[in-house]
């Protein structure tokens, strides 16, 4: 095209059309799910029932145990949830006061975190309040799945985690 020939009309036309491209991008971008939200969470969980996270978590070893921190730090924080490289939430028993309970900590429904509420003894998705027991079964949906039971040892001060 021959810039001699443009003028004002053609001009503000493909201005416009370049304006409406700009703009359906960020409308697309706006609508596009994500990966991980959780938007249609509660902005008011249960304080006891958000799970509090450990310091550190790191493999102990190549025997598929993961170090999830210390009993100090549960006793602190009242449950420890490690995310990687799988969610695994760690409370204390409360029918063993030396004892620890380790559990998958992803409810099915969504994939969120579940925390620990110790008034009502349950692990509770803030998602949308799925229940489960102690020992992972499920109380109240709309989770569809139990939470895993995993076996947790304790080694001096640190909570070890098999995966």
């Known amino acids: 095209m ?3 020939y443009l003028n004002r009309r053609y ?9 409406l491209v ?4 960020t409308v697309i971008a706006a609508c596009a799910p994500k990966p991980n939200t959780t938007a249609d ?8 029932a958000a799970p509090a996270t450990a310091p550190e978590a790191t493999s102990a070893t190549d025997a ?16 420890l949830v490690v995310e990687s490289p799988e969610k695994v939430i760690v409370v204390r028993d409360p029918d063993n006061a030396d004892g620890v309970l380790a559990l998958t900590a992803n409810c099915n429904h969504k994939n969120c975190t579940v925390g620990w509420s110790a008034d009502s003894s349950q692990f509770i998705c803030p998602c949308h309040e799925s229940k489960f027991a ?7 949906g709309p989770a569809t799945e139990p939470l895993q039971p995993l076996v947790a040892t304790v080694d001096g001060d640190t ?5």
Not at 64 to 79: C, F, I, K, N, R
Request: aromatic share 6%.
């Open 41 to 48: 969470a509660p902005s008011a969980a249960p304080t006891d």
């Open 134 to 140: 102690l020992d992972g079964t499920l109380l109240e």
């Open 159 to 163: 909570i070890l985690v098999t995966l």
């Open 22 to 25: 700009a703009a359906l991008q």
């Open 2 to 4: 021959n810039l001699k």
């Open 64 to 79: 598929g145990l993961l170090t999830v921190g210390t009993l100090a730090d549960l006793d602190a924080q009242g449950s």
């Open 11 to 19: 001009f503000l036309s493909w201005l416009g059309f370049g304006g």
